[in-house]
């Protein structure tokens, strides 16, 4: 990884590294001029992106996702409430995201990382309104139980675009979970039943059965810096450039979400078209590898 | 499209405005921004010396704190602060007081609709009361996208709930040159700033952002109008 010694300031004296590091925006300009990054991607591409379904096998459905070195670990679990007055017969998804120590220096313990709490509010609005899920899916008998699901995302390491990995894995971990059986018990509870065809009760539900997925969400994150656009920023490219914006398609390349928190470039319509337009090619490598990530799972 | 909002107000027309600089004494700068019935206050301190820990000290550091009208800080306020941060960030020249940290309080007084773009408002006229130096104002919308496609700009709190999608837009306020040609020759107006939730057709993103856009022009204008006004009555009372 040279730098072009043509040029006679402080780069020819000065190590890559140290290069790097001081002067960070100067780095990246000159290999943003070749249209490149540092890791060698093109403008346009994200880092290489993969799903393991079932990671933690106690819960009823979990994902692990890894885009880059960003990784995201997702669990459900399930338990029966009762629903409120005003939707008798929906369900609920309680989601939350958490950014433990491990994931990144900045963090700490005791001290929740600031980014957190924004990355949890963006991800449940985005799954909530993006009706990916029908909450009546999620209803057992009608005003008396009804299924909670707990969704916890652990970030385990962080090197940006983690609202791209947390949505993946979320999404991964709805695909891969199974409902359990509960059965009507005398005093009208609903109880798991530990077995199937164990039956002085009437299961309510049959079988274990997965839930139905319509619209799924996918989204990408890119970075403007004065008129480039970086796709699937790493953690140093988000900090060094602070505009980032967040699209969210669903799988009819309908828009579920833009967001673009301020930042020192403003955005012009291009910019935007252009963004939606390297978004909806991710949406589409994404269904491949999410697709190829259940296959895998049936085939056991 | 006709269409019959409750209010008696057109697709495309705003809320009544009302702005007031300097009502809080201690604060350096303070603005009161209320659009129909959302009322939101904000103050500024500052700058104050030192940056916060992972900030770059070679830079002005802006902090938000953003205080709701009932209940603890969750989630949603950390999210307006840092939409806040950010938005305030791109606004105000930061190189020009560096290793210092401005601090801006927003108060929610009432909620009908609209609340993070009256927030970003008044931020904005509190900066402009405590002299912080801005590189333009920001001027912020919201839109709202009906699951009938009609789209109504400033919506109060009833017809947000009703909607399929809402986008809070910012944009840097407009320009009027002194100069008799348009030294604007940018293709597009820029938006700084937008969020948009729940499913639309993209084509719909962009309808809200032209519909947004023309608001923003006359809420420049009530900006420029209001700035104008409280100039020349202070220079009268000194």
Known sequence: MGLPNASGDLSTEVEVDAFRRLFPLRFYKKHLFESIRPDARPLGRARETTIALGAVASANGSALAKIGSTTMLAAIKMEVMTPSLETPDEGCIAIDFHMPPICSPIVRPGRPAEGAPVVAKQLSDTILSSGMINLKELSLVSGKAAWMAYLDIYCLDADGALFDTALLSAVAAFSHLEIPVVSLNDDGKIVLSEEQGLSDREPVNKEKRKINLSSVPFSLTCVLHKNYILADPTAEEESIMDTIVTVVLDSSSQLVSLHKPGGTVLAYTSAIQDCIALTRQRVKELQKILEEGISGMEVD | ?238
């Not at chain 2, 496609?149 to 017809?159: F, Q």
């Open chain 2, 1 to 238: 499209m006709e269409v019959d909002r409750e209010d008696g107000r057109s697709q495309n027309q705003l809320r009544p405005l009302a702005c007031s600089r300097n009502i809080l004494h201690r604060a350096h700068g303070s603005a009161s921004w209320s659009q129909g019935d959302t009322k939101v206050l904000a103050a500024v301190y500052g700058p104050k010396a030192g940056t916060k820990k992972n900030e770059n000290p070679e830079k002005a550091c802006i902090e938000v704190i953003w205080k709701p009208k009932t209940g603890q800080i969750g989630k949603p306020e950390k999210e307006y602060e840092m939409i806040l941060k950010r938005t305030l960030e791109s606004v105000c020249i930061l190189t020009v007081n560096p290793n210092t940290t401005t601090s801006i309080i927003v108060q929610v007084v009432n909620d009908d609709g609209a609340l993070l773009p009256s927030a970003i408002n008044a931020a904005c006229m509190a900066l402009v009361d405590a002299g912080i130096p801005m590189k333009h104002l920001a001027v912020a919308i919201c839109c709202c996208v009906a699951k009938s496609g009609y789209v109504i700009l400033d919506p109060t709190k009833l017809e947000e709930q009703k909607m399929k999608a809402f986008a809070y837009l910012v944009f840097p306020n407009s320009v009027h040159s002194v100069l008799p040609e348009g030294s604007l020759r940018v293709e597009g107006e820029p938006i700084e700033n937008g969020i948009i939730t729940s499913v639309t057709h993209v084509d719909d993103y962009f309808y809200c952002l032209e519909r947004g856009r023309a608001a923003s022009v006359k809420l420049s204008d009530f900006l420029r109008r209001n700035l104008q006004q409280q100039s020349t009555d202070s220079s009268k009372a000194g």
